[in-house]
């Protein structure tokens, strides 16, 4: 039986594309890829969903692989560049097929599978584009993509015959709606709707992550969480501030806490909590504290009390509204 490794996000496309290969009677082995920046299927803001599921509802086995840190290089440095936000796409791509690529050839698998469409997405699905993805991640002529292969070249398991190319499909664009038709063929009633991408194509977010990378050499795995919690802010000298929204943001914000930052809050009065990472002066630590107090119930006081984790405090005057601009990435 032939063998194949399947790239599954867990949306509607890649999960068509894995069933199809599977209903010609090849041995479909899903992976889905665990990446920072939320495109993870634990997440429920990523352009991923969790793939299990549809896994266990087929009977196909799935493996997750994780990007972590080599994805956090890409995102800096992209060959390819950025889309519009700091999403690299077209590196990710390669990326993913090239971590795909090892698998098949660990499992001896003959070809692997993705559920793209040629001109769904601006950047990394146009013909051109998926031929130099190919090429860069060594797997050139060994990526079938059966939801559009009848407007692509046939691929080496379509020509060595281990694919029926006639029971593959030419759906091309942005409609959904062939893809909704076939879902219902495959009896496939639950499927998220579809994503515009990680959380790198969001505008906010990536302006947040660009100051980020440009005042830090080396980011890890808290930065980036952190830069997702409440209220972020940048010091003059670098400093990096974030003052939480609600609750769930100051829990977020105390558990990924690092050596060396200071936590403040305004005492006896509902206050958010307020992060400093990489305090450069006793000034960084005042400008959170005005930060945080602006965002109380007493933000209209002239002087208002401070208080940090380890007890000192600091008398500060709440900014204003037309202030805390300044301060954001
Ligand atoms: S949106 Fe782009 S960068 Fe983000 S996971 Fe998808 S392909 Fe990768």
Redesign the pocket.
Known sequence: MSKAISLL?GGLDSTLATLVVQRLGIDVTAVS?M?P?G?DTSDRS???RNALPVATQFGFSLKLCNLGET?LDI?RFPRHGH?KNM???????I??LREARKLMEMTGADFLVTGEVVGQ?P??QKKNTLRMIEKEAGVKDLVLRPLCALNLAPTLPETKGLVDRRRLYGFSGRSRRPQMDLAKEFGLEEYPAP???????DPLYSQALKKLLKARDSVDYYDIQLLRAGRQFWAESNAWIVVGRNRTDNEIIRNLRKPGDVLLQVPNVGSPLALVRDPRSSEDIRLAGALCARYTRRHGEARVMVETESGETLEVTPLKPEEVERFRP
Not at 87 to 93: T, V
Not at 195 to 201: D, R, Y
């Open positions: 996000s890829f990446m920046f495109c990523s352009c991923s994805f995102v889309g999403n690299p796409c077209i590196d990710c791509r990326l993913m997405r950047m990394s994503a515009g991408g990680c959380l790198l194509t």
